[in-house]
C-alpha cells in the first residue's frame, strides 16, 4: 500500500494504546487477590519492536511541519521506555543501550520545537534535561538562554551563562560574559567569576583566556594579563582568541603609557624621545608574532590581523609591510 504518514501515525498510537492496556489487564489481580499473568513476555517483546516507532512519527510530523504533533510524538518517544510494561531496570537498560544517542537528540527535538513554539519554561524545563548528556551542548546553552530571557530571569540567564562558558569554553559565550561585567562596570565580580571558571575547570584553555581577558579589559593588569594568555596558548598554541588578545596586551600597555604620561615622546628633547621609541618598539615587536600567528591561522579572515600588524609594522619602521596592510585594509572596506 501507498505509504501514508497519517495513518501510520495513527495506527501507532493504538498499538501502544492496546498493548499498554494488555499489560495493565493482564498483571490485574482477581477477586482473590491473584495475579496470572499470560502475556508479559509478549506484549514487553512487542513494545520492544516498536522502540523506534515514535521517533519516525516525529520526524514525518515535522516534514509536515506540523510541530504540535511531531513535539507530542518525539516527546513519546523520548519517554517510551519508561512504559509500564517494561521494569524500571528494563527501563534504565534501554537509555543506556543508546550508543547511537537517539534520546539525546530527542531531548533537543523537543527543547528545540518548544522553541519554535515559544512555549519558554518548557524550553527550559527540557534543555535541562538535554544538558545532561555532552550532545548539542552550544545550542542547547543558547536556547536555554533565550527562554530564561523571554520569562524576565536574568539570575537564571547569567547562571546558564557561566555554566556554558565553563562547560564548552566557547569563546562566544566567555565574550558574552565579559561584556555582561564590562555594562555592569564589576571588575570584581568578573574576577570572582573568572575565579570560579578556574577552579572548576584549571586545565581549561578557556579559564585562563577569561582571566587574561579581566585583567586586560577592566583592571588593565597588562602583566597578569599576559600570564593568563600565556597558559591558555601553553593548553592550545593556535587559540585565534588568546593569541589576538596577547597581542593587545602589548599594544594597550603603549597607549596606556602615553595617555598616563609616562611616555611624553617630546620631538623638542630628542634624545628622550629616541629612548622611549626604542621602548615602544619593543612592545610592538612583542605583539608581532601573535598577529602574524593570527594571520597564519586565519589568512582569509584580515579583520583579526590586518589593522594591528599594520600599526605594527608602521611602529617598527617596515614601510613595505605596512602598505601590504593598508592595501588588505583598504580591499576589506569596498
Not at 32 to 40: D, L, N, P
Request: with cysteine; aromatic share 12%; glycine share 4%.
Amino acid at each position: 500500500m501507498p505509504f501514508d504518514t497519517l495513518v501510520y501515525c495513527e495506527h501507532l498510537d493504538k498499538a501502544i494504546d492496546c498493548y499498554t492496556k494488555s499489560h495493565e489487564a493482564d498483571i490485574k489481580p482477581d477477586e482473590k487477590g491473584r495475579v496470572k499473568s499470560k502475556f508479559i513476555e509478549k506484549n514487553r517483546s512487542r513494545m520492544l519492536q516498536m522502540l523506534d516507532y515514535y521517533n519516525y512519527a516525529g520526524v514525518f510530523m515535522n516534514q509536515s511541519h506540523n510541530l504540535e504533533k511531531s513535539l507530542e510524538y518525539f516527546e513519546k518517544y523520548y519517554n517510551m521506555p519508561k512504559n509500564p510494561v517494561f521494569t524500571p531496570e528494563q527501563t534504565d537498560s534501554i537509555y543506556k543501550a543508546d550508543t547511537k544517542g537517539s534520546y539525546r537528540q530527542t531531548a533537543f527535538n523537543v527543547t528545540y520545537l518548544n522553541y519554535q513554539l515559544k512555549r519558554w519554561a518548557d524550553v527550559r524545563r527540557c534543555a535541562d534535561v538535554a544538558l545532561e548528556g555532552e550532545d548539542n551542548l552550544r545550542d542547547l546553552y543558547i536556547l536555554k538562554m533565550q527562554a530564561c530571557t523571554e520569562l524576565g530571569d536574568s539570575a537564571a540567564w547569567l547562571a546558564t551563562l557561566k555554566e556554558g562558558a565553563a562547560r564548552i569554553e566557547d569563546a562566544g559565550f566567555l565574550q558574552n560574559l565579559l561584556y555582561y561585567y564590562v555594562q555592569k562596570d564589576q571588575p570584581e565580580e568578573a574576577k570572582k567569576m573568572a575565579d570560579e571558571l578556574l577552579q572548576k575547570n584549571p586545565d581549561g584553555k578557556g579559564p585562563w583566556y577569561m582571566k587574561g581577558c579581566v585583567e586586560l579589559n577592566m583592571t588593565k593588569d597588562y602583566a597578569a594579563a599576559r600570564e593568563c594568555f600565556s597558559k591558555a596558548l601553553a593548553i592550545d598554541p593556535d587559540y585565534v582568541d588568546a593569541c589576538v588578545n596577547m597581542g593587545y596586551t602589548y599594544m594597550n600597555e603603549v597607549y596606556s603609557k602615553k595617555v598616563n604620561g609616562e611616555w611624553k615622546l617630546d620631538r623638542k628633547n630628542v634624545k628622550q624621545f629616541n629612548a622611549e621609541f626604542e621602548q615602544i618598539k619593543k612592545y610592538y615587536e612583542a605583539a608581532r608574532p601573535y598577529f602574524e600567528h593570527v594571520r597564519e591561522l586565519k589568512p582569509d579572515e584580515p579583520k583579526y590581523w590586518a589593522s594591528s600588524l599594520q600599526m605594527i609594522y608602521t611602529n617598527l619602521q617596515m614601510p613595505d609591510q605596512a602598505k601590504e596592510m593598508d592595501a588588505i585594509i583598504e580591499s576589506m572596506n569596498k
